[in-house]
C-alpha cells in the first residue's frame, strides 16, 4: 500500500494503528507485556530481514530518525541516501526515475520529497516492485504520519478524536502538518477549527475540512478564542518555501504562544507543534506542553505505520 495522505487511512486502520502503538509504548517502558509475548514475536519474525529505504530529499531531524529507529526496533534493515545531495538528482536524474531505482532495491520506501508525491505518481508510470511508499512529507502539501502522531497524541490526553476545538497558528499556505492536521481531525464533523495565519492567507479549498473552521484575523481575536480550546497546535512559518518576494511582500506577524497566552488556556488542554519550534513557541516550561512526547509518539506510531504496511 502506497501512504501519500491521510485519505490513504480508513478510521477503521487508524484504530489498529494506534491500538499496536500502545502496545509499541508499553512494551518500552514496561519492557514486557506477557500477554503480547507471543503475538509480538510472531511479527518481529515476519518482519525480519526486511529492507526499509529512507529517501529524505528534505531536511529532517525526528521523522527521519525516528522512521530509522522505528525500523530497527522492529528487525529490519535500513538502506538510506543521507541526503539529497549524495543522490543523481544533483546530476540532474528525475526524482521518478530517483524513486523507482531506489524502489528496486528495498522492500518499503520512505520519502521525503519538495513536491507533492501525488502529483509525481499521477503524472508517471512507477515500477515498484515492493510494498510501497510512505509519503515522510511532501513539499508544502501533506506529512500524513505526522498528523497520525498529532492525533494519537491528542486520543492520549483528551481520549477522543471528536468534539474538540483545535487551535492552529502556523502558515497555512505552505505547512504541510497543519494540512495534514486538518485533513485528519477535519473529516469528523463534530471537531471545530479557529485558524490564525501569521502570512495572513486562508487555506486552500483542496484542504479544506468537513468540520467548521473559522479564519481569525487578528492575533487578538485568536487570543480571545483560547479559553475554548482542547488544543493548541503551532507550527512555524516556512520560510524556506516562501521566495524572498513573497517574504517582503508578506507583513507576517507571527504569534508567540507566551506565558500570556498559556495563561488563558484551560488546565486540561495541550498545546503541540511538529518542531522544529521557532519564535511561535518561546517556552516549553508548563506541563500542557506535549513538544517532547509528539516526538517519542513519533517512534511507536511509525513502528505500527511500519508494521501495518509491512502486514497488507
Ligand atoms: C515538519 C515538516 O517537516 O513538515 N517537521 C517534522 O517533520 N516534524 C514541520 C516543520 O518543519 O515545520
Known amino acids: 500500500m502506497n501512504l501519500l495522505s491521510v485519505h490513504d487511512v480508513s478510521d477503521k486502520q487508524l484504530k489498529s494503528i494506534f491500538e499496536l502503538a500502545d502496545v509499541f509504548r508499553l512494551q518500552c517502558s514496561l519492557n514486557q507485556i506477557a500477554e503480547k509475548q507471543h503475538f509480538l514475536r510472531h511479527m518481529f519474525q515476519q518482519l525480519s530481514g526486511r529492507i526499509v529505504g529512507t529517501l529524505f530529499l528534505e531536511p529532517s531531524t525526528r521523522t527521519r530518525m525516528s522512521f530509522e529507529s522505528a525500523s530497527h526496533r522492529l528487525g529490519l534493515h535500513v538502506v538510506s541516501s543521507g541526503s539529497s545531495e549524495n543522490t543523481s538528482l544533483v546530476k540532474g536524474e528525475s526524482l521518478e526515475d530517483t524513486i523507482n531505482t531506489v524502489s528496486q532495491y528495498v522492500d518499503l520506501l520512505v520519502v521525503r520529497s519538495n513536491e507533492p508525491l501525488t502529483d509525481v505518481f499521477g503524472n508517471y508510470n512507477f515500477c515498484i516492485p515492493n510494498k510501497g511508499i510512505i509519503n515522510a512529507g511532501d513539499g508544502p502539501h501533506e506529512h500524513p504520519t505526522q498528523a497520525m502522531l498529532d492525533v494519537y497524541t491528542i486520543l492520549q490526553h483528551h481520549k477522543r478524536t471528536d468534539k474538540l476545538h483545535i487551535g492552529i497558528s502556523g502558515d497555512l499556505i505552505k505547512s504541510r502538518s497543519i494540512h495534514s492536521l486538518i485533513g485528519l481531525l477535519g473529516r469528523n464533523s463534530g471537531n471545530t477549527f479557529t ?96 513538544y517532547f512526547e509528539q516526538a517519542r509518539n513519533g517512534l511507536f506510531v511509525r513502528m505500527a505505520i511500519l508494521q501495518h504496511v509491512f502486514s497488507q
Open 195 to 290: 485558524v490564525f495565519n501569521p502570512t495572513g492567507e486562508e487555506l486552500a479549498k483542496e484542504y479544506e475540512p468537513t468540520a467548521s473552521i473559522f479564519h481569525c484575523e487578528t492575533e487578538e481575536q485568536f487570543k480571545r478564542f483560547i479559553p475554548k480550546m482542547d488544543v493548541v497546535y503551532l507550527n512555524r512559518v516556512q520560510r524556506e518555501r516562501w521566495s524572498e518576494q513573497e517574504k517582503n511582500a508578506k507583513n507576517i506577524r507571527v504569534l508567540s504562544f507566551d506565558k500570556s497566552c498559556l495563561n488563558l488556556l484551560r488546565q486540561d488542554a495541550i498545546v503541540m507543534n511538529p518542531g522544529p519550534r521557532l519564535d511561535e513557541m518561546p517556552t516549553l516550561d508548563d506541563k500542557r506542553i506535549v
